[in-house]
């Protein structure tokens, strides 16, 4: 008996997919902690893919082979954000070069969800988005309880150093750390004429040298460090000489 066309077609695929595959290798954003953890539009969520009934067991030796395939799931935790698919999708396929993940019946996952722009979690499981039990605990603890970085400013706590019609500045003064290469301070910038109003910086002063190289630098969509956080990757990670603005911070860091 010959080979149903779809069958074929199916074997050609796969053929294709293993000759292909020493010329595409799986490329993932990884995300840390505190992104996954404070990040709008990110979720994390541990579940189990259940068994299959006697009924889905029967009906997979008649189904013709695919790519992937739909897996009941029971969502277990929501460490952040809500799960509500009572399915996922996931690879049937052996190899992972295009970041594709087979998944067992029975297995817990820890999955990093994204929402789509109707706002709903994607349930499509990848290499990309399952993460570990250690990495899902510790996204839980940041966001129950944020670090520094993430929490909202008082500014009535922290030492004005400036104020225009458009921009005022703040520094936690009473909160500097030091270590042996020097002296961190946190830094708030309010400005009415962006689209993130509040910056958060942390910069490292080091006062036998008067050089700063910033650590840390989060938007936030309200003031004093409130709304939305937008992270930034690109900011300057060299030391620089202290300008006339940082110099001021002199008597609060040395």
Known sequence: M???MSLQRFIISVCISLLASSAWACSCEMRNIDEV???KGIGLTK???????????????????????SYSITVLEDYKGAFTASNITASTMGGETDCSRRVSYGEILYIITHNS????????????????????????KEHENPSDA???????????????????????????????HGSYIWILMNDKSTK???????IKISCKEKMYIVSSELMFSEFNANGDIGFTKNYSQKWLPLDNFYSKLIKFTC
């Open 2 to 4: 010959g080979m149903s």
């Open 37 to 39: 953890a404070h990040s």
């Open 47 to 69: 579940l189990k893919v259940n068994l299959p009934s006697i009924t889905e067991r029967v009906r997979s030796f008649f189904e013709i082979p695919t790519f992937a395939r």
């Open 117 to 140: 722009s109707e706002g709903y979690p994607s349930n499509k499981i990848s290499v990309c988005n399952i993460t570990s039990e250690q990495f899902a605990a510790a996204v839980k």
């Open 196 to 202: 993130y109003k509040s910056q958060k910086t942390q």
């Open 150 to 180: 993430y929490k909202s400013v008082d500014i009535s706590k922290w030492t004005q150093l400036s104020k225009s019609s458009i921009q005022s500045f703040y520094a936690d003064t009473k909160n500097v750390t030091k270590d042996t």
